[in-house]
């Protein structure tokens, strides 16, 4: 065996070396992410219903719900308001906004009560007090070996980020017919944060 390997050096190489380099890149592009968390968990709000089925409420969601001084607060809506330019004023869209709490360490989201969230703390920063941001991210990656001929998938998602850092997180169900890319809005990070 030994003797296969000093002849065939170069052979042998050639097809470790290309070996070894995708398995360092992978590391170095997936490890990070294993690792990245926060101690907080976040609130986001999105809509229900609607003429539009959802698709462009984030605006309405923007004007909607916002943490001041460290509390949730449900805003006012200007009855001519129309956030997504349709000629129907918001309060005729029937947007029905839910609410979700979002454990970040288990990386799953609940909906909530109003009244729930209303009597958390809140941090309306995107950026968490340890350093972690709520980013969207647009992902056109190769699903097979032809990626490079137009195949492979695309997704829009939402991440937590912490430098180059990205990690994926699950929001409302995507089978849920409610999940848009559009139909999102963070509201803010829970204190304390976890014990």
């Known amino acids: 065996m030994k003797d296969f ?3 065939n050096f170069a052979i042998v190489l050639a097809f470790v070396l290309p070996i070894a380099l995708i398995a360092i890149i992978a590391l170095s592009t997936y490890l990070p992410s294993l690792f990245l968390s926060t101690h907080y968990n976040f609130i986001y709000s999105s809509c229900t219903e609607g003429t539009n089925s959802s698709y462009r409420c984030n605006n309405y969601l923007q004007k909607r719900f916002s943490a001041v001084n460290g509390k949730l607060v449900v805003n006012a809506i200007d009855p001519a308001q129309d956030s997504d330019n349709d000629k ?20 799953e989201s609940r909906e909530i009560t109003l009244e729930e969230a209303q009597v958390l703390s809140l941090n309306g920063l995107l950026t968490s007090p340890d350093g972690v941001t709520v980013s969207s991210h647009y992902d056109r990656s190769g699903g097979d070996f032809f990626f490079i001929f137009g195949g492979g998938s695309s997704s829009y998602g939402y991440y937590l980020t912490k430098g180059k850092s990205r990690s994926k997180l699950n929001l409302i169900n ?9 139909n999102f809005q963070f509201i803010g990070w829970v204190l304390p944060g976890r014990n």
Request: net charge positive; glycine share 0%; proline share 3%.
């Open 5 to 7: 390997f000093k002849k």
């Open 88 to 107: 129907i004023p918001d309060i005729n869209e029937n947007y029905t906004a839910r609410i979700f709490l979002h454990d970040t360490k288990k990386n």
């Open 174 to 182: 995507r089978d849920d017919r409610y999940y848009y890319r559009d």
